[in-house]
């Protein structure tokens, strides 16, 4: 059974850095596509970054050189380091992990998901 926890949410002021992490088990990491989505009140939710199997990984434009994702596979962690955080970047994190020939930043029509963690940035 795959299970996601993640940890490291805050408040930050603007400018500011976080690191979420996401500690995963119950799959081979080898076989999934893991990303990190965020989602606000009132909106849908949306993937910010994504690594894939072998590494390669994917950035939403408004995220670009300011997020970096990482995994540990010994430690069965991803990460998420936000830098220059802006008051936009304000919602709940979410880690996800799913099986899928070709990872994107669409959310996955079969997913796993962690339970979430709340980032504030205030102005």
């Known amino acids: 059974q795959v299970q996601l926890v993640e940890s490291g949410g805050g408040s930050v002021q603007a400018g500011g850095s976080l690191r979420l992490s996401c500690a995963a088990s119950g799959f081979t990491w080898r076989h999934f596509c893991m990303a990190w989505f965020t989602q606000a009140p009132g909106k849908e939710r949306e993937g910010v970054a994504l690594i894939a199997s072998d590494g390669i990984t994917k950035y939403a434009d408004s995220v670009k050189g300011r997020f970096t994702i990482s995994k540990d596979t010994a430690k069965n962690t991803l990460y998420l380091q936000m830098d220059s955080l802006k008051p936009e970047d304000t919602a709940t994190y979410y880690c996800?992990?799913?099986?899928?020939?070709?990872?994107?930043?669409?959310?996955?029509?079969?997913?796993?998901w962690g339970q979430g963690t709340q980032v504030t940035v205030s102005s």
């Open positions: 996800a992990a799913w099986v899928a020939y070709a990872c994107s930043l669409s959310v996955p029509t079969v997913g796993n």
